[in-house]
């Protein structure tokens, strides 16, 4: 048998995912934040690509109108009335020019790339945020009393108080190296003597300036333990007396609830101690952390839904969290020409216009998947919206991406880091997404955070003699039609960090003064 080489033609298929996809991709489980700083960076890069600063627009950002009643969610409103049976956002043919001489100045198709600014394009530019006004500070008129300053350090707030109390330079030499090794906080992360090692210093000194440096503000600063951060805090308070100061030695009494043995130990009655222990739970067990650290960023929801008037819900886009970005081809067409004869520069240009062209149609895309996902959520989770946590019903990412005609990774994505504004609150969208619990009497299955719900409100409802124990939980729930075992049962209650029947019953009796 003879080796020859021959040609073979052969024909298959196979999925390429091209860079624009990949990033396309990206772009959809992106949350508004990090969509926003990727928009801002593609600005700088990209000469073509610029914010859309208009203010006035004729169209609405596209929204849904959602009914329970309905097969599934439909896109009602879309600028200039297209509904999810149009064309497909990708296939639209943008021209988003932009003139020099002024932000709204809309010019008609030119030669070459690009065609016409239709209401499609126009309905992108309506769902961005950001301001508009000049490009300099001509009309920046805000006085010095409007601008943000630098929030003060627990460094700088320790140190200020550390140069009028220290005057000695030793005592200042410790107490900055002290200060030095604070955890974020406010605890000592040393010894005494492994301070008094390193600098050379006596014992006693180093403890006398800790002593100082304990008296600091905040209250609590500079402890080694937590029994220590709290003695300091209510020394502070006039309150460290001997029987606070045995609760503070039966820490351990207290985390176990054993409030029996925590009223023996302080020789205080059933009143004396609920009091103690509401002062000890006033306290703050890291008194640095209101120094240090960055400012917590409060949620701005991705999508916003309100009852309709004439019966189910309006979902849409929440118009600023998406940015808003323009291509500039009259720009294009002044640079074009005076670089034709350079390869390089025209290269570039190609590549710059393909890459604003694709942005703009990538967050058109982005946007219009989002209000699919988000209003067919709001159609199937309309009982809960309607009348509470009991009534939700459990939801799998299958469920949402079978009606809409989507993969369910499409789904996961979208759910990712997006949230929705509704009248029962802000919610991320993956919340909705619960599994579920079998019902005992054979019907609709129950949403396992609806039973979470409902065992707490059980909890919170028991009285001091009657607690209910995880079997009793299991019973009445059975009883509801709730098909479900001991065990998720104590699952459920110690993830919400509900302490065990015995346990509830000490603490309710001991603080209803029934000994």
């Given at each position: 048998?003879?080796?020859?080489?021959?040609?073979?033609?052969?024909?298959?298929?196979?999925?390429?995912?091209?860079?624009?996809?990949?990033?396309?991709?990206?772009?959809?489980?992106?949350?508004?934040?990090?969509?926003?700083?990727?928009?801002?960076?593609?600005?700088?890069?990209?000469?073509?690509?610029?914010?859309?600063?208009?203010?006035?627009?004729?169209?609405?950002?596209?929204?849904?109108?959602?009914?329970?009643?309905?097969?599934?969610?439909?896109?009602?409103?879309?600028?200039?009335?297209?509904?999810?049976?149009?064309?497909?956002?990708?296939?639209?043919?943008?021209?988003?020019?932009?003139?020099?001489?002024?932000?709204?100045?809309?010019?008609?198709?030119?030669?070459?790339?690009?065609?016409?600014?239709?209401?499609?394009?126009?309905?992108?530019?309506?769902?961005?945020?950001?301001?508009?006004?000049?490009?300099?500070?001509?009309?920046?008129?805000?006085?010095?009393?409007?601008?943000?300053?630098?929030?003060?350090?627990?460094?700088?707030?320790?140190?200020?108080?550390?140069?009028?109390?220290?005057?000695?330079?030793?005592?200042?030499?410790?107490?900055?190296?002290?200060?030095?090794?604070?955890?974020?906080?406010?605890?000592?992360?040393?010894?005494?003597?492994?301070?008094?090692?390193?600098?050379?210093?006596?014992?006693?000194?180093?403890?006398?300036?800790?002593?100082?440096?304990?008296?600091?503000?905040?209250?609590?600063?500079?402890?080694?333990?937590?029994?220590?951060?709290?003695?300091?805090?209510?020394?502070?308070?006039?309150?460290?007396?001997?029987?606070?100061?045995?609760?503070?030695?039966?820490?351990?009494?207290?985390?176990?609830?054993?409030?029996?043995?925590?009223?023996?130990?302080?020789?205080?009655?059933?009143?004396?101690?609920?009091?103690?222990?509401?002062?000890?739970?006033?306290?703050?067990?890291?008194?640095?952390?209101?120094?240090?650290?960055?400012?917590?960023?409060?949620?701005?929801?991705?999508?916003?839904?309100?009852?309709?008037?004439?019966?189910?819900?309006?979902?849409?886009?929440?118009?600023?969290?998406?940015?808003?970005?323009?291509?500039?081809?009259?720009?294009?067409?002044?640079?074009?020409?005076?670089?034709?004869?350079?390869?390089?520069?025209?290269?570039?240009?190609?590549?710059?216009?393909?890459?604003?062209?694709?942005?703009?149609?990538?967050?058109?895309?982005?946007?219009?998947?989002?209000?699919?996902?988000?209003?067919?959520?709001?159609?199937?989770?309309?009982?809960?919206?309607?009348?509470?946590?009991?009534?939700?019903?459990?939801?799998?990412?299958?469920?949402?991406?079978?009606?809409?005609?989507?993969?369910?990774?499409?789904?996961?994505?979208?759910?990712?880091?997006?949230?929705?504004?509704?009248?029962?609150?802000?919610?991320?969208?993956?919340?909705?997404?619960?599994?579920?619990?079998?019902?005992?009497?054979?019907?609709?299955?129950?949403?396992?955070?609806?039973?979470?719900?409902?065992?707490?409100?059980?909890?919170?409802?028991?009285?001091?003699?009657?607690?209910?124990?995880?079997?009793?939980?299991?019973?009445?729930?059975?009883?509801?039609?709730?098909?479900?075992?001991?065990?998720?049962?104590?699952?459920?209650?110690?993830?919400?960090?509900?302490?065990?029947?015995?346990?509830?019953?000490r603490e309710k009796m001991a603080l209803a003064g029934e000994g």
């Open positions: 048998m003879g080796l020859s080489p021959r040609l073979d033609l052969r024909q298959s298929q196979s999925l390429v995912m091209t860079p624009q996809l990949q990033q396309a991709i990206k772009l959809l489980q992106m949350s508004n934040l990090d969509l926003t700083t990727y928009v801002e960076q593609e600005l700088e890069r990209n000469p073509l690509l610029e914010r859309d600063e208009r203010a006035d627009f004729d169209s609405l950002p596209e929204r849904q109108e959602v009914r329970a009643d309905a097969e599934s969610s439909v896109i009602i409103d879309r600028g200039a009335g297209e509904g999810t049976d149009g064309p497909s956002p990708l296939d639209q043919d943008y021209n988003t020019d932009r003139d020099e001489s002024g932000a709204g100045d809309m010019v008609g198709p030119t030669s070459g790339d690009g065609g016409g600014f239709d209401e499609l394009g126009l309905a992108v530019g309506a769902w961005g945020g950001g301001g508009g006004g000049s490009s300099d500070f001509s009309d920046d008129m805000r006085g010095l009393e409007e601008t943000l300053s630098r929030p003060v350090s627990l460094r700088d707030h320790l140190s200020g108080q550390m140069a009028v109390d220290l005057t000695d330079p030793a005592e200042l030499l410790i107490g900055g190296h002290l200060l030095g090794l604070l955890d974020p906080c406010g605890y000592l992360t040393a010894t005494v003597e492994d301070v008094a090692t390193t600098l050379g210093a006596p014992e006693p000194q180093v403890e006398a300036v800790l002593a100082r440096l304990q008296r600091f503000d905040p209250p609590g600063v500079f402890a080694r333990t937590l029994k220590e951060c709290l003695a300091l805090q209510l020394a502070d308070l006039n309150r460290l007396d001997p029987a606070m100061q045995a609760l503070l030695d039966n820490l351990d009494l207290l985390a176990r609830r054993d409030i029996a043995a925590l009223q023996k130990a302080c020789e205080v009655d059933a009143e004396d101690l609920r009091e103690m222990i509401a002062e000890v739970r006033a306290l703050d067990p890291k008194p640095a952390l209101r120094f240090e650290g960055e400012p917590i960023q409060s949620v701005v929801p991705d999508v916003v839904m309100r009852p309709n008037p004439e019966g189910g819900w309006v979902v849409e886009l929440n118009a600023d969290t998406l940015p808003r970005v323009l291509v500039n081809r009259r720009y294009l067409a002044r640079v074009r020409p005076a670089a034709k004869g350079d390869k390089a520069v025209q290269a570039f240009l190609g590549e710059s216009l393909q890459t604003a062209n694709w942005l703009v149609k990538a967050l058109d895309q982005r946007a219009t998947t989002i209000l699919k996902v988000a209003g067919e959520i709001v159609r199937q989770q309309d009982a809960f919206l309607e009348h509470g946590i009991q009534h939700l019903r459990p939801l799998i990412l299958r469920d949402v991406a079978g009606v809409i005609g989507m993969h369910e990774s499409t789904v996961s994505r979208v759910t990712s880091n997006k949230y929705i504004s509704t009248p029962r609150g802000l919610f991320e969208l993956k919340y909705f997404f619960t599994q579920a619990i079998n019902s005992s009497a054979g019907g609709e299955a129950h949403s396992a955070e609806a039973v979470r719900a409902r065992i707490k409100a059980l909890i919170d409802a028991e009285p001091p003699r009657k607690v209910l124990s995880d079997d009793r939980i299991v019973t009445i729930l059975r009883e509801e039609g709730v098909d479900i075992a001991r065990r998720t049962v104590a699952k459920y209650r110690e993830g919400m960090r509900i302490p065990s029947s015995v346990q509830r019953r």
